[in-house]
C-alpha cells in the first residue's frame, strides 16, 4: 500500500468474479479489462484501487464493493483475494 502524500493510503484490491460477469462488472469497477482468467468455472481477476485514512481497512473494502456489486451471494459471485491484495 502506497501513501499518497495528503494523509490517505491507496489499496490494491483483488476481486474475482463469475467470468460471465467479466465485462459488465469491468464497467463497474472501471477497469478495462481483467488481468486474469482462469479456472472451471472460469473466474475473472480484477485490479481495484482505492482510497482511505486507515491502514488495514478491509471493512470499507468489502462495503464499497457490496455498494458496488451487491451484497454477497451476488450474481457476481465477487470475492475479494485477501492474500494479494494491499490494504
Known sequence: MKANGY????????????GRYSEEVA???DASEPFQK?????????????F?????DDEDIVFELSMILG??????DWR??????EY
Open 7 to 18: 494523509g490517505s493510503w491507496r489499496q490494491r484490491v483483488i476481486v474475482s468474479v463469475d
Open 27 to 29: 464497467r463497474m469497477l
Open 38 to 50: 482462469q479456472g472451471n468455472p472460469e473466474r475473472a481477476y480484477f485490479e481495484w484501487t482505492r
Open 52 to 56: 482511505t485514512t486507515r491502514r488495514g
Open 71 to 76: 451484497t454477497p451471494p451476488s450474481q457476481y
Open 80 to 85: 475479494v483475494d485477501w492474500g494479494a491484495t
